[in-house]
């Protein structure tokens, strides 16, 4: 039984069915597969074990293949671009795609209906226990439920509680309906820093049709908050504000996808502390449930991921960024991304090296 209807949940039953033909039964509370909103940055790694499922073809005709990372200053100039790709797919034969969450779901969800597993959404575990007076009796429990794990609160590690990191994010979809692509988008990903946070502009979709932006900052109020994703409207000022800070063109560009987003969603990003347990008896948890931390790179799925093939064999800074310490980063920035296209430091994997290990191949 897997308990937890996500992507790796329903990744863990594919590849459980396909490799060690066993037929596990999926519950998730969510009334539905597409009920989160959002987009995801699948890594090589995390990509490579889905191509494993036979699904990278279709992941591919849905989601927008990731290219160069282009860093904006606060003045809008362009600073520089990260080659995050060609040497991750040398290694791996799969690069970086930015999927909608909802494409994705639908994707792996039509694979376990073609391979008989079934799911069943807005079901909630209440108890957990060994022995024989089991209302649903199961040989294995797979945790896949997330950071606010029903299966380590009321069975394996009922004393762990998450810890906020002080890092929000806050994010929205735009349709090109509501606001066209602007000329350079492209596929890259569009990024700056400002005094306040991160904010990060890409395209989600094969068509180019929707474009997906997010704002990172520290945002202290979020700690009494739950996980998830979640609606708000008093946030938009504090990311105009925010976004006023840029100047030219680019600010421009930022002012009005924030405007022409007609719904905000915030993301609380939680860890779990060290020393917590991932296992009782015959129960296990991955993902999330294990192992909830800071995003890396946007690793989070692709790191969960990876738990999907393990199954088949700080404190919060709270500082806000000075103006000339800002000035100060951008200039750094600036000389590393020169020498960086320079001395070509790409094709040697700079800072890809995290991407493309192969977690078949690590020692147990």
Request: aromatic share 10%.
């Amino acid at each position: 039984m897997i308990v937890g209807g996500g992507p790796t949940g329903l990744s863990a039953a594919i590849l459980l069915k396909k490799t060690n033909h066993l037929t596990p039964v999926v519950y998730d509370a969510y009334l539905e597969a597409t009920a989160v909103r959002g987009s995801i940055g699948l890594q090589p790694n995390g990509l490579r074990i889905l191509k494993d499922l036979g699904l990278y073809d279709e992941l591919i005709a849905r989601g927008s293949s990731g290219t160069n990372v282009v860093l904006h200053s606060i003045k809008s100039s362009v600073m520089g671009e990260f080659d995050f790709v060609s040497w991750s797919k040398k290694q791996t034969g799969c690069g970086q795609l930015e999927i909608r969450r909802a494409d994705l779901l639908e994707v792996l969800c039509g694979a376990a209906q073609r391979a008989g597993i079934e799911v069943y959404y807005n079901k909630t575990l209440s108890k957990i226990t060994e022995g024989d007076q089991q209302v649903m009796a199961t040989d294995f429990l797979l945790g896949y439920d997330g950071l606010r794990s029903t299966v380590r609160t009321s069975y394996v590690d009922p004393n762990i509680e998450p810890e906020y990191s002080g890092i929000t994010d806050i994010f929205s979809l735009v349709p090109i309906s509501d606001r066209p692509t602007p000329g350079g988008l492209g596929r890259q990903t569009h990024t700056t820093f400002t005094t306040d946070g991160f904010f990060a502009l890409m395209c989600c979709t094969a068509q180019r049709d929707v474009n997906y932006w997010f704002f990172s900052s520290e945002f202290l109020t979020c700690a009494s908050g739950v996980e998830g994703d979640h609606t708000v409207c008093d946030f938009k000022p504090i990311i105009r504000n925010a976004a006023n800070n840029i100047k030219g063109e680019w600010g421009d560009v930022l002012r009005s996808f924030v405007d022409k987003s007609k719904e905000l969603k915030f993301y609380p990003i939680w860890t779990l502390p060290l020393g917590g347990k991932w296992y009782k008896g015959r129960c296990l948890l991955l993902g999330d449930a294990a192992h909830a931390m800071s995003p890396h790179a946007g690793e989070g799925v692709s790191m969960a991921l990876e738990d999907v093939r393990y199954d088949e064999k700080r404190s919060p800074r709270t500082d806000e960024t000075s103006p000339w310490r800002l000035w100060f980063n951008e200039i750094v920035l600036t000389a590393f991304l020169t020498l960086y296209r320079i001395f070509n430091l790409q094709s040697f994997g700079f800072g890809q090296k995290l991407s493309v290990y192969n977690i078949r191949e690590e020692s147990l």
